[in-house]
Structure formats: structure tokens, C-alpha cells
């Protein structure tokens, strides 16, 4: 079982950035498929984006060209960097870590509103 903990949410006007970060716990973290999900208020869960042990990133379409997906494994952290942010990214995003079984993070609230 992997331990995240996530960070870098708050309160962002329209078109502006944040990073998330999410720290894991444990040695093994190279070998783990990493990604951020949200969700809003009255909406299901989605994938927002994933990074795989290989470096292979996907992105949800809603998200292209805006948001990147990062890992430094020497830190055992992963990080969504969020630019042209929009009123309708307002979730909570949370991160998970994938090896078989999927961890999941508390959540970090995301807020674009001017």
C-alpha cells in the first residue's frame, strides 16, 4: 500500500496556473503507474491525466494542450501542472498510484473562479 499525500490546490482566476503536487510513500514508486482524477460537485469522477512507470503520459481531451503531467521518481512525487485554467476545472483532484490494486489520495480542491 502506497501513502499520497496531495498539495498545491486553492483559489486560481480564469486563465491562470497551479501545480499539484503528490508526495508518495514507499521505495517502489518508479515501478508505480501514477494519475489525477477529479470531481465536481453533481459529476462522476474522471481521469484528467496518468503517467505510466515508462514515462508514457495520456491526457483527458478536455485537458490537451493545457495541463502536464509530470514524475520525479528520485522524490516519489508527481505533479499536474495547470495553466489556462478554466471555471469548469473547479474539482477535487485526486491522485492515485496503480501496481494491481490503486491508492488513492484525500483530495486537493481546485477552485477558478474570478
Known amino acids: 500500500q502506497v501513502q499520497l499525500v496531495e498539495s498545491g490546490g486553492g483559489l486560481v482566476q480564469p486563465g491562470g496556473s497551479l501545480r499539484l503536487s503528490c508526495a508518495a510513500s514507499g521505495n517502489r514508486f518508479v515501478f508505480y503507474a501514477m494519475g489525477w482524477y477529479r470531481q465536481a460537485p453533481g459529476k462522476q469522477r474522471e481521469l484528467v491525466a496518468s503517467?505510466?512507470?515508462?514515462?508514457?503520459?495520456e491526457y483527458a481531451d478536455s485537458v490537451k494542450g493545457r495541463f502536464t503531467i509530470s514524475r520525479d521518481n528520485a522524490k516519489n512525487t508527481v505533479y499536474l501542472q495547470m495553466n489556462s485554467l478554466k471555471p469548469e476545472d473547479t474539482a477535487v483532484y485526486y491522485c492515485y498510484a496503480r501496481r494491481g490494486a490503486v491508492d488513492w489520495g484525500q483530495g486537493t480542491q481546485v477552485t477558478v473562479s474570478s
Open positions: 503517467i505510466r512507470s515508462s514515462d508514457i503520459t
